[in-house]
């Protein structure tokens, strides 16, 4: 027995293509006989016929015939295909990219000077507060201390200047690390501590407006 497909309107291909053998039954009905019918991946989009008869194989007579119409359809490009894919890695990027923003942001916003201020005191007189400038992001906040002799004070420092420069950044949560002129090592001051004594026997406080709480 034979298995022949004849298409129009489409290209197509029948499997399987060779004889087959079914085998004989005394009664009730003749076992099944599975096969398949394929449409070229070239075939166009449009309404198409396929006829499908069952043939002896040695003398071509024909025992059964059976016809449809079928709507011929081509397969969605790979990118519709793979959509769900390609939202969720979008997703993901968007939310890596996100998180490394927000990891971004928090870890200049702990390393910006911002909202620092220092005071400076000797003898228990304490002089008026310096704040860092509040102008943007800067990770050092640069301090002088003028006329340390009479009436000291701290202010900041002329533009390019590197002598006599004090110098604070962040060094953690709730603390500062502070480098004098002269000093052989920083110090890390806490901030709204208690005031750290330096050089000349003056003593340098930090307090935060920013983070009162960090």
């Known amino acids: 027995m034979l298995l022949k497909l004849t ?8 499997s399987p293509s ?8 005394a009664s009730g009905s003749p076992p099944s006989v599975p096969f398949t019918v394929s449409i070229d991946k070239s075939a166009q989009a449009g309404l198409a016929s396929l006829e499908l008869q069952v ?3 040695s003398t071509g007579q024909v025992y059964n015939t059976v016809a449809d119409e079928i709507q011929v359809t081509t397969p969605p490009p790979w990118y519709l295909r793979y959509l769900w894919l390609l939202i969720l890695v979008l997703v993901l990027l968007l939310a890596a990219v996100a998180a490394a923003l927000v990891a971004r942001k928090i870890s200049r916003d702990r390393k910006n ?5 220092v005071t400076l005191r000797r003898g228990g007189m304490q002089g008026r507060e310096l704040e860092a400038p509040d102008d943007g992001y800067a990770e050092v906040f640069p301090f002088i201390i003028r006329d340390a002799a009479t009436s000291p004070r701290l202010d900041h420092p ?3 200047a590197s002598t006599g420069v004090y110098y604070i950044r962040r060094a953690g949560r709730g603390l500062v690390r502070l480098t004098t002129p002269i000093g052989l090592r920083p110090y890390d001051v806490e901030v709204g501590g208690p005031a750290q004594e330096i050089d000349g026997g ?10 009162p709480d960090w």
């Open 55 to 57: 043939v002896d194989a």
């Open 158 to 160: 002329p533009h390019g």
């Open 18 to 25: 060779t004889p087959i053998t079914v085998p004989s039954q």
């Open 202 to 211: 003056f003593e340098l406080s930090v307090t935060d407006t920013r983070h």
């Open 7 to 14: 298409a129009d309107g489409t290209t197509a291909s029948i």
């Open 113 to 117: 000077v911002r909202g620092l201020a």
